[in-house]
């Protein structure tokens, strides 16, 4: 491992032991410095802030490994990723409850959006790029949403049953779109 690798590690580590005991929103560079016995510039060598440090933990523990199995169907690692959030519950839930620019949520959307775009693709491959665009942003919206709300609540539903739960939703949604009139034809109907 490499001395800059080791050093992300270090403040990541760092990170998430603070956040045991304080909201990610009261957790300053100074404080994550502090913590792990570094500068504030040997930070920000590494690191933006501490929203581009969620970000690396997320891509490093997840993305990273996700992408070694490209092989595996997009629904399928929509599943993986609700075990790795569920497994790391309790740091996700710090960071998924910070909101406004630069938050973990814009960028958990956008790679959630690059995970389900392809699939979306795939069934609705007769559609223009509006309603295309319409259907990934809708999906998106749909999987983070539940997904940070399912971290966010104080009672535990295990990943297993709320993948079930999300699986089942998913494709009786799917089937019940797919039979509907497609992008124009519906407008055209309706007017």
Same mark, same amino acid.
């Given at each position: 491992?490499?001395?800059?690798?080791?050093?992300?590690?270090?403040?990541?580590?760092?990170?998430? %032991?603070?956040?045991?005991?304080?909201?990610?929103?009261?957790?300053?560079? =100074?404080? !994550?410095? %502090?913590?792990?016995?570094?500068?504030?510039?040997?930070?920000?060598?590494? &690191?933006?802030?501490?929203? *581009?440090?969620?970000?690396?933990?997320?891509?490093?523990?997840? !993305?990273?490994?996700? %992408?070694?199995?490209?092989?595996?169907?997009?629904? +399928?690692?929509?599943?993986?990723?609700?075990?790795? @959030? *569920?497994?790391?519950?309790?740091?996700?839930?710090?960071?998924?409850?910070?909101?406004?620019?630069?938050?973990?949520?814009?960028? &958990?959307?956008? &790679?959630?959006?690059?995970?389900?775009?392809?699939?979306?693709?795939?069934?609705?491959? *007769?559609?223009?790029?509006? *309603?295309?665009?319409? +259907?990934?942003?809708?999906?998106?919206?749909?999987?983070?949403?539940? !997904?940070?709300?399912? !971290?966010?609540?104080?009672?535990?539903?295990?990943?297993?049953?709320?993948? @079930?739960?999300?699986? =089942?939703?998913?494709?009786?949604?799917?089937?019940?779109?797919?039979?509907?009139? %497609?992008?124009?034809?519906?407008?055209?109907?309706?007017?």
């Amino acid at each position: 491992m490499s001395n800059a690798a080791f050093t992300k590690l270090m403040i990541a580590q760092g990170l998430k %032991r603070l956040l045991k005991t304080t909201s990610f929103v009261n957790v300053s560079v =100074g404080d !994550i410095a %502090r913590e792990c016995k570094i500068s504030r510039n040997t930070f920000y060598y590494h &690191f933006k802030d501490k929203y *581009d440090l969620v970000n690396w933990i997320f891509c490093s523990e997840f !993305i990273d490994r996700a %992408r070694a199995h490209r092989e595996a169907k997009e629904w +399928y690692l929509m599943q993986t990723l609700c075990e790795y @959030l *569920d497994a790391n519950r309790a740091f996700y839930r710090r960071v998924f409850a910070a909101e406004g620019q630069n938050c973990f949520t814009e960028y &958990f959307s956008e &790679f959630v959006a690059s995970v389900i775009s392809e699939e979306v693709k795939k069934m609705f491959a *007769d559609q223009n790029e509006e *309603d295309m665009a319409f +259907y990934i942003g809708f999906y998106t919206d749909a999987f983070v949403m539940s !997904i940070r709300k399912w !971290i966010l609540k104080q009672e535990d539903i295990s990943s297993r049953r709320f993948i @079930l739960l999300r699986t =089942g939703l998913i494709h009786t949604s799917l089937a019940v779109l797919q039979r509907l009139p %497609r992008g124009n034809e519906q407008q055209e109907e309706n007017v």
